[in-house]
C-alpha cells in the first residue's frame, strides 16, 4: 500500500518569512495530493491540493509543487502569519482508490 | 456552507462496552468515510463506504468494527467491544465524489478507560 513521508515534523519560522513542508511517497500510482491544515482540536481542513497532470500550483500564499518523477511533493507558505500556526498534513491516493493516506503531520509555529 | 456533521464529540466508556459513533454527512454526497487520529498522531483510514456497502477498509478496521448507512442521512460507526488503544479522535468524511476534496466533520473524540 501507500506510504507517505513527510519532513520535518516541526517546524518554526518568523513571522513573513516563507514555510517548505516536503512529503515523498511510494505509490506511483498515486495522483491526487491534498494538503490539510489542522488546528489544536479541530477537524483538518484542506488548504491546497494537486493532481499529476499539473507540476505546481498556487493560491495566494500557498503553493505545492510536484515532482512525480522523484514521488515527492512540498508545501510552500509565503509571508507567514500567525494563523499559520498549526499542523499540516499531506496526503496522497489514487484513481480508483478513495482512501487518503496521511503523512505524519508536521507542526508549523510562527514566531511573531 | 453546508457541513458534516457528528455526536457525539466526546463520549468517555468502559473497556469492554460497545459505542456507536454517529455522522450526518453533507447532502449531496455519495462517498462516506471514517478516520481515525490517536493523540499527536497522524490521521489514519479506516473505512469507505460507498452504495450502501463498505468500498475499502483497512486493517485497523477488524471484526470489532462495523458501519452502517441506517437511512438517507445517518451514517454510524460501531465499536461492539471497545479496548483501551481504541481511545482517538474519530473523524466522519464525506465527498461527493471518489478521489475528490474530502470534508472532515468535528471529530467524536472517544476515551475508553
Known amino acids: 500500500g501507500e506510504n507517505v513521508e513527510q519532513h520535518p515534523s516541526t517546524l518554526s519560522v518568523q513571522e513573513g518569512d516563507s514555510a517548505v513542508i516536503k512529503c515523498t511517497y511510494s505509490?506511483?500510482?498515486?495522483?491526487?495530493f491534498p494538503w490539510y491544515k489542522q488546528e489544536l482540536g479541530k477537524r483538518p481542513q484542506l488548504i491546497i491540493d494537486?493532481?499529476?497532470?499539473?507540476g505546481e500550483k498556487k493560491d495566494q500564499r500557498i503553493a505545492v509543487t510536484l515532482n512525480k518523477t522523484a514521488k515527492h511533493f512540498s508545501l510552500h507558505i509565503t509571508e507567514t502569519q500567525p494563523e499559520d500556526s498549526a499542523v499540516y498534513f499531506c496526503?496522497?491516493?489514487?484513481?480508483?482508490?478513495?482512501?487518503?493516506?496521511f503523512g505524519t503531520g508536521t507542526r508549523l509555529t510562527i514566531i511573531p | 456552507e453546508p457541513e458534516v456533521t457528528q455526536t457525539p464529540s466526546h463520549q468517555v466508556t468502559q473497556m469492554g462496552q460497545e459505542v456507536i459513533l454517529r455522522c450526518v454527512p453533507i447532502?449531496?454526497?455519495?462517498?462516506f468515510y471514517w478516520y481515525r487520529q490517536i493523540l499527536g498522531q497522524k490521521v489514519e483510514f479506516l473505512v469507505s463506504?460507498?452504495?450502501?456497502?463498505?468500498?475499502?477498509k483497512s486493517e485497523i478496521f477488524d471484526d470489532q468494527f462495523s458501519v452502517e448507512r441506517p437511512d438517507g442521512s445517518n451514517f454510524t460507526l460501531k465499536i461492539r467491544s471497545t479496548k483501551l488503544e481504541d481511545s482517538a479522535m474519530y473523524f466522519c468524511?464525506?465527498?461527493?465524489?471518489?478521489?475528490?476534496?474530502?470534508?472532515f466533520g468535528e471529530g467524536s473524540r472517544l476515551t475508553v478507560l
Open positions: 468524511a464525506s465527498t461527493r465524489r471518489g478521489n475528490g476534496e474530502l470534508f
Open positions: 505509490d506511483s500510482a498515486s495522483n491526487y
Open positions: 494537486i493532481r499529476s497532470n499539473v
Open positions: 496526503a496522497a491516493s489514487d484513481l480508483g482508490n478513495e482512501k487518503l493516506t
Open positions: 447532502s449531496n454526497h455519495l462517498y
Open positions: 463506504f460507498y452504495n450502501n456497502e463498505i468500498s475499502e
